[in-house]
Each structure stands twice: as structure tokens, then as C-alpha cells.
């Protein structure tokens, strides 16, 4: 089953953000990271390691590559669903989400200096990492 063509009959978009996540039902929190694949309005096709049941409602947070009024770093935190998954490639409904300003840090002088390079961790993905310009 392919993933990306079944389940994204409208528009997503191929979006490469580090991303971390946090199992949010009961028991124990499960965490892990990975990368983003896909992205629409209201789904999520996504690499997680290690890999989560179906049903499972998760945290995503994700590095924003844009900056907001060119200066302030952003983190997307998306509330959502596990719906369906391949090996450790997974797609979730997305609930709810915000953006929240991220600390600062190296990542942020890197983002400050005008290149951001988001390294990638899979071979269903360019092996070359992607490199996003910030907007001065």
C-alpha cells in the first residue's frame, strides 16, 4: 500500500521538518522522532522510529522553517491521530495545532545566518539534505 497516494486525495504538500513525538494515551508515554514527508490542513505523513499502533493519539512538534516577522523562530505542536502505517512510515489526522516561539539557541543562529539545513534520515527521501532560506 502506498501510503502518500492513498491517503492524500487533496492537496498536501511535501514538507521535510525534523520532528519529534509523544504518545499521549493512557499507559506510559511512548517517544520518538523522525521526519515529515507530506503535510496538509488536516494530515500528516511522517517517519517515526520507533514505530506507533494505529489509534494512537500523539504530540508532533516540528521546527517551523519560516520565521515569524523575520525573526522569531517557531515550533508547529499538532495534536493527532494515528490512521494509518507502513513499516515506520505513518500517517495521522491532525485534531488540533498551534505555533509556539522557540528558544534560542545554535539552531536559531544558524536560522539567523540565512541557511537551515534539514538533515534527512531515509532513502524514500532526497538523500541530499534540503536547504530552506530564512527571510530577512
Known amino acids: 500500500m502506498k ?10 504538500y511535501p514538507v521535510l521538518m525534523k520532528l519529534r513525538y509523544k504518545t499521549v494515551t493512557s499507559g ?15 494530515e500528516i505523513l511522517f517517519t517515526a ?19 515569524l516577522d523575520g525573526r522569531v ?6 495534536e493527532a491521530k494515528i490512521t ?21 539557541g545554535a539552531r536559531l543562529q544558524e536560522i539567523a545566518a540565512g541557511v537551515v539545513q534539514w538533515p534527512v534520515a531515509r532513502a524514500s527521501v532526497p538523500e541530499q539534505p ?7
Do not use: C, N
Not at 3 to 12: H, I, N, Q, S, T
Open 73 to 78: 523562530a517557531l515550533q508547529l505542536i499538532a
Open 28 to 42: 506510559a508515554p511512548v517517544t520518538g522522532a523522525g521526519i515529515t514527508l507530506k503535510m496538509s490542513r488536516s
Open 84 to 104: 494509518a502505517s507502513e513499516d515506520q512510515t505513518l500517517t495521522a489526522d491532525i485534531q488540533k495545532y498551534r505555533f509556539r516561539t522557540r528558544g534560542s
Open 130 to 136: 534540503v536547504a530552506l532560506r530564512a527571510h530577512a
Open 3 to 12: 501510503l502518500d497516494k492513498k491517503l492524500y486525495p487533496g492537496r498536501a
Open 49 to 67: 522510529d520507533p514505530s506507533i499502533e494505529l489509534g494512537t493519539k500523539v504530540e508532533l512538534s516540528m521546527e517551523w522553517p519560516v520565521l
